[in-house]
């Protein structure tokens, strides 16, 4: 889906990503993970066009990332930030709706299309609610149904790219296997979802892939199965662990 050849951002000497070669396979799960100030949000940000290259090319469904249009980019790809809160206050149901801007379509149908996405996601009790009045973890949801509202077309999400950075840092243990649910049937739904997440232990089982950074270099990338060994996780986070298959694990699926 996204490819990356040859990428390189400096800022003065600092090196924050260097001779990135990425391809994310499209209709998987991706996990990026790394130590903090690793390079995974420049990462993400050089995807969104938020930051200037300074050599290579990025493109989007084989088409270079400058060639999209803003307006066809936002129906193709949509971003969960890591820490972002609204200051202006509005209920949920109107935030959403922002999301449907991008298409056009009657009113009842993207009333329709809110109140199904926002049963799904658990969150339609908090339709008419403010969304300043929302804690940091009801907010997230919100965002994940803005997020699956910007994309959808139909139900099939073949050719949309979900990016999250941190999904869950603000979910309880419920919240975030409810979080991990909602993204594995993105994916069942034909969707690319690539993930940033500092839990190893549940994007292990959740990715199909995984791409470590380590000091703004790609230190490794390729099938979960065979870059989640422990030899690579104490390289990438600087730890001397093992690897512990737990007789009781909590399931996704
Ligand atoms: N515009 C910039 N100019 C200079 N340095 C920057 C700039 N943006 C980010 N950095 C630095 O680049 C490094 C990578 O930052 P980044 O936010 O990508 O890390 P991260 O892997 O997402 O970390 P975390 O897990 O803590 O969120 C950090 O050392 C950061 O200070």
């Known amino acids: 889906m996204y490819e990356l050849l040859q990428v390189n951002i400096q800022r003065g000497d600092k090196h924050l990503l260097q001779h990135f070669d990425l391809y994310f396979r499209p209709q998987k799960i991706t996990a990026i993970i790394g130590a903090n100030g690793a390079g995974k949000s420049t990462l993400f940000k050089a995807l969104l ?3 200037a290259i ?29 820490s972002f809160r609204p200051v202006f206050a509005m209920p949920v149901y109107e935030y959403l709706l922002l999301a449907r801007e991008p298409y056009t379509e009657s009113e009842k149908h ?20 403010c969304i300043t009045q929302l804690s940091g973890g009801e907010f997230q949801l919100v965002e994940f149904a803005r997020a699956w509202l910007q994309l959808s077309e139909n139900k099939d999400m073949s050719g949309k790219c979900l990016m999250l950075d941190e999904p869950s840092s603000a979910l309880d243990i419920y ?9 594995l049937r993105f994916k069942d739904a034909g969707g690319t979802a690539l ?15 995984l791409v470590m950074i380590n000091a703004g270099a790609l230190q490794t990338f390729g099938t979960a199965e065979d870059v989640f060994t422990a030899e690579n996780i104490n ?10 298959q737990h007789a009781y694990q909590l399931s996704y699926s």
């Open 175 to 183: 919240q975030s296997q409810q979080l991990y649910r909602h993204i």
């Open 195 to 209: 993930i940033i997440d500092h839990d190893v232990n549940a994007v292990a089982k959740l990715a199909d892939d």
């Open 54 to 82: 300074d050599s290579g090319t990025i493109s989007f469904a084989g088409k270079a990332i400058q060639q999209w249009s803003l307006d066809s980019l936002s129906r193709h790809r949509a971003y969960i930030a890591q």
């Open 110 to 129: 993207s009333e329709r299309l809110i109140f199904d996405v926002a049963n799904d996601i658990g969150i339609q009790h908090k339709l008419f609610t």
């Open 235 to 244: 390289h990438c986070f600087n730890t001397q662990g093992h690897i512990y």
């Open 49 to 51: 066009g938020d930051i």
